[in-house]
């Protein structure tokens, strides 16, 4: 899974991304802010740990997201081929917003994050609309040459798109069958993109009721509610802080702040949630570790996640919930209590499930 993170010009995005990634740049990356940096960030979960801890497995792996921090977005910057190249192959989007306020560090008028998100928005459009509009007009070409049912639905598809986005309204929000949808993938339209809106907010000492109240607070409610879009509050400069520290020195500076988890657990689950994906586990004394997959997986396809071999010879998938496995303590004493499901290739693989793959082959 690949994210784009996008954003004004000094918002926050590169240490959004060096905290995620918990990259060092090198002194080229930082002399050049408009190369795209990527860097893959583990995808922290605490049910792994509990997991772990049971089995002392001799490998723990956690399953990971690959983040793209581009320079800040413009209509100038998305018309650089490498610029949108980037963005183009992302699976989502975090788009930084600033509501830090710090005269120190430029910004175009007043902290308004609701404005900069509208403004952002609508480069997206913009650049969509034109790589939509230049098609319509191939399309119109070619269809006085040959009448073909597969571009006349494709030109109909995209008069469709060109006047939801023509109301300003993102492709993310336009409704499509799942056949539209696959007519239109091969745009990597950007507004189509599902994404979430992470505000950076001002260090406070009450941090953890500053970042609850901060989507109301911001105007945000409505945005992260519309389809395919979603919200969350950091602090950009306390996270830097706790991206440096161990773990114990990090549980108990965020205590101090009246906060329970790092603000980056939180986005991380929450553009999961927002790309409809869960983690299931596969453990033992050799390795834990979580996997993902999309929701509404059959076992035999999640078997598959693990090894085209697994799907191809799967026989039954020996399931329990990650806690249940815990309470029993062992696996065979879940076997004991029968609380051990034997599940066919149709299960619907449940966010949580520890999974064991029976395969003959
Ligand atoms: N006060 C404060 N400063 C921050 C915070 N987050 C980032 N900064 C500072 O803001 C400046 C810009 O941060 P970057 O992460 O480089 O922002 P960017 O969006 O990548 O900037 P460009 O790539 O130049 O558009 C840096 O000096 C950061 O140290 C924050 O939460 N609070
Ligand atoms: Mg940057």
Redesign the pocket.
Request: aromatic residues 6%.
């Given at each position: 899974m690949k994210t784009g993170i996008i954003?004004?010009?000094?918002?926050?995005?590169?240490?959004?991304?060096?905290i995620l990634t918990k990259a060092h740049l090198s002194e080229h990356a930082l002399a050049h802010?408009?190369e795209a940096h990527v860097g893959i960030a583990k995808v922290p979960d605490d049910r792994l740990d509990r997991l772990a801890a049971l089995f002392s497995p001799k490998k723990l792996t956690h399953t990971s997201v690959e983040y793209v921090?581009v320079?800040?977005i413009g209509q100038e910057a998305l018309k650089e081929t490498a610029y949108i190249g980037h963005l183009r192959i992302v699976d989502a989007l975090i788009h930084?917003v600033?509501a830090?306020?710090?005269d120190?560090?430029p910004h175009v008028g007043p902290i308004d994050p609701l404005r900069d998100i509208q403004n952002v928005e609508f480069d997206l459009l913009v650049s969509d609309l034109s790589q939509v509009e230049k098609r319509l007009e191939r399309l119109v070409k070619d269809l006085r040459k040959m009448r073909s049912p597969e571009l006349e639905k494709e030109n109909e598809l995209l008069l469709k798109a060109k006047a939801h986005l023509e109301s300003e309204k993102p492709l993310r929000e336009m409704e499509m069958t799942a056949e539209d949808k696959k007519r239109i993938r091969g745009f990597m339209f950007l507004s189509e993109k599902p994404i979430l809106y992470v505000l950076?907010?001002?260090?406070t000492p009450e941090l953890g009721k500053a970042l609850e109240a901060a989507i109301a607070k911001y105007n945000l409610a409505d945005v992260a509610s519309r389809a395919n879009a979603g919200a969350a509050a950091?602090?950009?400069?306390?996270?830097?802080e706790l991206s440096e520290m161990s773990d114990a020195d990090a549980a108990e500076f965020l205590s101090s702040y009246g906060l329970a988890e790092s603000g980056l657990t939180r986005l991380i689950r929450k553009s999961y949630a927002l790309l409809g994906l869960i983690s299931f586990f596969t453990v033992g004394e050799d390795e834990c570790r979580a996997w993902t997959i999309p929701v509404h997986t059959r076992a035999v396809e999640a078997a598959g996640a693990i090894h085209t071999d697994l799907q191809t010879h799967f026989i039954r998938a020996e399931t329990i919930g990650w806690d249940q496995l815990l309470e029993a303590g062992s696996e065979a004493n879940a076997r004991a209590k029968g609380i051990l499901r034997l599940e066919g290739k149709d299960y619907i693989v449940q966010d949580g499930d520890v999974l064991h793959i029976r395969h003959s082959g």
């Open positions: 954003g004004l010009p000094q918002a926050g995005k590169t240490s959004l991304f060096r802010p408009r921090d320079g800040a930084v600033r830090f306020t710090d120190a560090i950076n907010i001002t260090e950091i602090c950009g400069k306390v996270e830097a």
